[in-house]
C-alpha cells in the first residue's frame, strides 16, 4: 500500500493499493483525513499497471494540485482526475519508479532502476536527463556493504545486505 497526503489540503489523502498478484487492486481517496475512502479508478486503470506493483506501490500527490497524482510502477503513471483514470506521464526515464519528488517550483526528482533523474521542466524526464548515476547499482552494494560491515565489526551485530547479483550490475 502507498499512502500519500495532499499537500495543498491535508484532508485529501491517496491510498495505491496493490492486490497479491501484484497488480492494481484500486487507486483509493479520502476527502476527510482517511476516516472514509472511496475506490477512484476505473478498471482501465488497472491496465497500465505491471504484474509486480508490490515492489513499488508508491503513489505521489502533485504539491499544487490535489486532484493530480503520480503512481509508481514499471512505468511513471499520471492522473488529473484525483486517480480515476490513468495515462503514462510524460518524459522518457529508465523504467521501474521506485520514488518521485516534485517540489512547488516544479523541478522533480525521480528514481528508477537506471537511476536518479531530475527534471526543471515539469517533468520531462529523459535519459540524458542532468544528475543520472552511471551505475546506481553499484553506487547502492558499495553503501550497503559498508554499513553491514559497521554493524557487524562496530556493534557485534549479525547483518546482510540483500543486494545482489541485480539484473543491472
Known amino acids: 500500500i502507498g499512502l500519500a497526503i495532499a499537500p495543498t489540503n ?19 481517496r479520502s476527502l476527510d483525513g482517511g ?11 488497472e491496465d497500465w499497471y505491471g504484474t509486480f506493483g508490490y515492489y513499488f506501490a508508491g503513489i505521489v ?18 492522473s488529473t482526475n484525483g486517480g480515476r483514470t490513468l495515462g ?17 517550483t516544479r523541478r522533480w526528482l525521480g528514481a528508477t532502476d537506471g537511476g536518479l533523474y531530475i527534471s526543471h521542466d515539469d517533468g520531462a524526464l529523459h535519459e540524458g536527463s542532468p ?5 546506481p547499482y553499484a ?25 545482489l547479483f541485480n539484473h543491472e550490475s
Open 139 to 163: 553506487i547502492g552494494k558499495l553503501a550497503s556493504y559498508w554499513q553491514v560491515v559497521n554493524y557487524r565489526e562496530g556493534y557485534g551485530m549479525f547483518a546482510s545486505n540483500g543486494i
Open 88 to 104: 503514462q506521464a510524460q518524459g522518457t526515464a529508465h523504467l521501474d519508479w521506485h520514488d518521485l519528488i516534485i517540489d512547488p
Open 10 to 28: 491535508p484532508l485529501v489523502v491517496y491510498a495505491n493499493i496493490i492486490n497479491p498478484l501484484g497488480t492494481l487492486q484500486g487507486i483509493y
Open 131 to 135: 544528475f543520472r548515476p552511471r551505475s
Open 61 to 78: 500527490v502533485d504539491p499544487l494540485d490535489a486532484d493530480t497524482t503520480y503512481s509508481l510502477d514499471v512505468r511513471l503513471l499520471r
Open 35 to 45: 476516516n472514509t475512502w472511496v475506490k477512484r479508478n476505473n478498471n482501465a486503470a
